[in-house]
């Protein structure tokens, strides 16, 4: 009975479980069909796009930035890919092997090799960047991963760095850089990658989804031997001179195309203190006055003023000169860079002549060259001017200028009076290399007729061959130009004692002028004056740029231009370099402090103790010659024999100790 | 006879389908090692390319004023020329 009973209750449990169980089965088929119902149904665009980007990855392409280049195409600043190296120590086969090929491919140290691969690391980046070249010898080895990426490379190193800027995180910071960041800067682009079951590329198999668009390329109106040189002569200048910084811009004064500006300032070669950075021209501005005295009729160059012994009380105000001169013509003014002659001369001008003859020229103004943060200067209008303001203009003061400014100011001087806009941006070439013409030469305004920078010329001609600038003077080529010392002033805006800033415009050569210079330096040490610090710097920047291999210089329009005493030989090679044989230091003519003014100094005389002139050598033997011109501390060269029938510089001549002269001999 | 025909039959076709997976198998690991070979030259043309740039830039750099005239001071003790030692004919090439 009770085995019975417990059996009909056995088949009960068995019925029940199978039932149980196809219920659950059921619940399971049920679960999987809306389940897959769900998944191809309701989620099927989520779920196909997850297979596809598991299947295919989209990558972005960057692209290039442009390149900048120099007047004659060459780069100054390219897009480059450069690698960068990780190594992953567990995925390392051979550590051996790869710490020989970090050494051998990258250069690394052997220490550095070993870090980065030690097997305690999950990862490591080798540091440094390196090219596609070095990194093709590791590619292959196992647990090197190499990722590449675009940079900015400098192929000149710290060449034009104030000029060209940087770029951080792919924007442009600083100079052209900056400036011109829309035009460099390219469009990313993209790529479809198939990649396998294990996420790795699949080769071969990349679809172009939209190509990169490189950017612009620039190119620069900068001379790239020019723009090294001027930077080591500024370079060389400071340390000789002591001064804390400087500028040297060189343009050409026909187009208005910067050639080279360089720029030291606090120890930085990445300055860009000739556009950003303003101070009083001081002398410098007597040229401009001078157009606008002659411009008006309110002088001729045979007018001449007293000059007081170098010292004139003017409404309150005392204004020195470094000579203490009596009565001086306009050239004469100009020359010994007369304060007081200059500020009894622009009394002569109305307070709006004065204004408009300044402001003509640029001053007050920014430039527009396109450069980031350029200082416009200031030159404050005739209704804000106190009764000293036309005496202080007058000798530079009072108003605030731009290196970049006085170069364009002179160039309106070099060129017959046109202000032109400076042009720094020659052309921008297209993605398919092909040039877009970008701006050309823009003349501002005509400032002056040419009659009067004819009158002019020759003024300035004076100040290089006889007066304040005598250490700029060239025996082959005539310069003109214009010197000037003014007082530094402080953070507080006061002038400091004993700082001054030297400044020196100058236009090569002053008949047929190809290049403008304009050299600042910020408070040199000893000998201070223009004359003796910043129109070295010009001589000495041209002579190196005449000896360049590559040259912005029409060397024969340039031949027509030497003076005729020097004119060579037709046969005569160019000379590139010359042994150096006893090389003299030129002397410092270091001024007496004292001697400056209380609105800052006039223009000392450059050249060594009191002035020279070649003395007559005519019918003497070259003994004698050869004694004499060492007495007078003058290098000599010979040619021919005999006695001397002529000397170059000719007779008369203003020369300074250390300078060659020539005598030729009868017997030549 | 009609069994072995069916099974030659079938031999054939089972022949067929693997040739068939054979050529597809052959052609794909023929394209992949094509375009491994092709993705090798385009990375050998980049590190030509770049070491050409590379070249170019070191050429530029010791054509450069400065280089000459220091190593021209260094190796050979002479220096830039003054102005006066300068002569330009005036047949010179700009």
Known sequence: MSRGGGGQWTAGRIRIRRRLLLVAWVLVAVVMVVRSAEVQIVERTAWARDA?????????????????????????????????????????????????????????RPQTAARVSDPTREWSVVPGRYSMTQVAGLRGLRGI??????????????????????????????????????????????DLVARDNRGREIPGQVVTVEPPLPGRDIVLTIDRDLQEIAEEMLAAALDSTGARGGDIVVTDPMTGEIMALASIAEGSAAALSAVNTTFEPGSTIKPFITTALLRHDLVSPRDSVDTEGGRWEVNGRVITDIHRGGWMTLPDVIRESSNVGIAKFASRLSEGQQYVALRDFGFGTPTGVPLPGEAAGVLRRPELWSNQSPQSLAIGYELSVTPLQMAMAFGAIANGGLLLEPRLVKEVRDHD??????????VIRRVVPESVIRTLTP????????????????????????????????????????????????????????LLFFVRLDRPDGSYYGGATAAPVTLAT??????????????????????????????????????????????????????????????????????????????????????????????????????????????????????????????? | MSRLRRARRAVFALAAVLAALSAVAWRQSTTRETMEELDRNDGELAVVLDEREDVAHELMAVESWGWVAGEAARRLGMRPPTEREVIITSGGAR
């Open chain 1, 52 to 108: 596809v980007n598991q299947h295919q990855k989209t990558r972005d392409v960057p692209a290039p930035r442009g390149r900048i280049l120099d007047r004659n195409g060459g780069d100054l600043v390219v897009s480059h890919w450069r690698a960068t190296v990780a190594v992953a120590p567990n995925e390392v086969g051979d550590r051996g092997a790869v710490e020989a090929a970090l050494v051998d491919e990258l250069g690394v």
């Open chain 1, 145 to 190: 991963h190499i990722q590449g990426e675009l940079r900015r490379v400098y192929p000149r190193e710290e060449l034009a760095r104030g000029l060209l800027g940087v770029v951080q995180d792919g924007i442009g910071t600083g100079g052209i850089e900056q400036a011109m960041d829309t035009v460099l800067a390219g469009r990313s682009g993209s």
């Open chain 1, 459 to 514: 003024m300035l001609v004076d100040v290089v061959d006889s007066g304040t600038a005598t250490r700029a003077r060239m025996a082959a080529y005539q310069m003109a130009g214009k010197t000037a010392t003014t007082r530094a002033t402080g953070s507080d805006g006061r002038y400091e004692d004993g700082a001054y800033y030297a400044s020196f415009g100058a236009i090569f050569p002053a008949d047929d002028p190809q």
């Open chain 1, 542 to 668: 041209l002579e190196a740029l005449l000896s360049a291999r590559q040259s912005p210089i029409d060397r024969v329009a340039l031949a027509r231009s030497q003076r005729e005493h020097v004119a060579p030989a037709a046969a005569t090679p160019l000379v590139r370099f010359a042994v150096a044989t006893d090389p003299v230091e030129p002397e410092m003519w270091v001024p007496d402090p004292g001697d400056a003014g209380a609105a800052g100094p006039a223009e000392a005389p450059s050249g060594t103790g009191p002035a020279m002139s070649v003395p007559d050598l005519e019918g003497a033997s070259l003994r004698v010659a050869l004694r004499r011109l060492h007495k007078m501390g003058l290098r000599v060269r010979l040619e021919g024999g005999g006695t001397v029938i002529a000397t170059i510089p000719e007779e008369g001549m203003p020369v300074v100790a250390g300078d060659t002269i020539v005598v030729v001999g009868q017997g030549r």
């Open chain 1, 433 to 442: 290399g092909s040039p877009e013409r970008f701006g050309q030469p823009r």
